[in-house]
């Protein structure tokens, strides 16, 4: 799995948006749920968002749902997650995972296999 911020990094202000990407490869991709977690300073991880690819469900954390938004492109092997509205309290090291499908805990940790390296998001005020 490979994730990153886009050409603009992950440096946004209050209020604004940033689109992550993750890149799959070497499994079949709509078997699969792609989980973003995120882990800020002094933090456990935490799961925020989720979509099971093999039928397109979706899943979101409180903290999140109705500002953030996962979807998935299985030409590109790619699942995104767009943040809108950002809030300093959204800083984190964010990470994107995969699962066969069906996935049993979306937001939880334990539930996922492959992980990503981590790319971090600095929403300043």
């Known amino acids: 799995l490979r994730s990153s911020s886009g050409v603009w990094g992950g440096l946004v202000q209050a209020g604004g948006f940033l689109r992550l990407s993750c890149v799959a490869s070497g499994y079949p991709f709509d078997d699969y749920a792609i989980g973003w977690f995120r882990q800020a300073p002094g933090k456990e991880r935490e799961g925020i968002a989720c979509?099971?690819?093999?039928?397109?469900?979706?899943y979101y954390d409180d903290s999140v749902k109705g500002r953030f938004t996962v979807s998935s492109d299985s030409a590109r092997n790619t699942v995104y997650l767009q943040m809108d509205s950002l809030r300093v309290g959204d800083t984190a090291v964010y990470y994107c995972?995969?699962?066969?499908?069906?996935?049993?805990?979306?937001?939880?940790?334990?539930?996922?296999?492959?992980w990503g390296p981590g790319t971090l998001v600095t929403v300043s005020s």
């Open positions: 979509i099971s690819n093999d039928d397109g469900t979706t």
């Open positions: 995972a995969a699962v066969q499908a069906p996935v049993e805990d979306p937001l939880k940790t334990y539930g996922f296999d492959y």
